[in-house]
């Protein structure tokens, strides 16, 4: 299909407020709709590797919790291909599988290495998640019950409200320095390190909106663990074709994007 006039136009910059997230997620989905092949694949394969990270840790609910944690730190690296979907989208055609499959195969090392960092950090709170379970909790954790009996559901201020707060310390900076660097370093050929830099300043500049946007994401996220994994089908091919709108107006005025 030939781009008509109007998608080859620059876009113009949008003003961003607490609405912005709904506006994102409204617009990721019409991109999964228009080519849903792609999105509904990735969606597939994460969704099954969530049903092995759940049958591998069933009996050891401790380490289940971390990882599926640590499952979403990584999970946007897993969706660039969907990135480059939504960016088709507007250019008014219909990438495939294939040109999905190119992207993994060109091996961009700064995908690879914002990815190796991606997956160090969900390795670390999966082990500090065991650790700090194992040690802090007066019985043994092995299922699921366990975890909801003895360590959510107590009256007393805790070990829940720590693994809490610690989830939040680590997730917060990962989300702070990909939310924008990983969809930028698809559309464009900044290194790593301008990338996070412009990731970081978009999240200062707008922190209520990008905390809002980063609780819809968590939201959606547990929607999709808690259907048995079904619901990641959908919810993970929208959540990257909004987090590619997110991050296209956001950026609006980068002046990096002169580097796509």
Known sequence: MTPTPDLLQPRMPVAIDLQSPLRWLRLGWSDLRRNPLPGLAHGVLIAAFGWILLWMARDQFWLLAGAFSGFLIVAPILATGLYHISRSCAEGRRAGLGEVIGLWRSGDGRLVRFGLLLGLAGTGWVLTSAGLITLMSPVPIDKPIDFLR?????RELGLFEVWLLMGALLAAPVFASSVV????????????????????????????????WA?????????GMLTAMLGLIVIIPWLAHASWHAYQELTANSPYKATA
């Open 215 to 223: 609780v819809m994401i968590a939201l959606l996220s547990a929607i």
């Open 181 to 212: 660097a990983i969809p930028m370093l698809v559309d464009t050929t900044v290194p790593v390190s301008m990338a996070v830099a412009e990731s970081w300043r978009t999240v200062a500049s707008q922190p209520a909106v990008m905390a809002a």
């Open 150 to 154: 003895h360590v959510v559901l107590v």
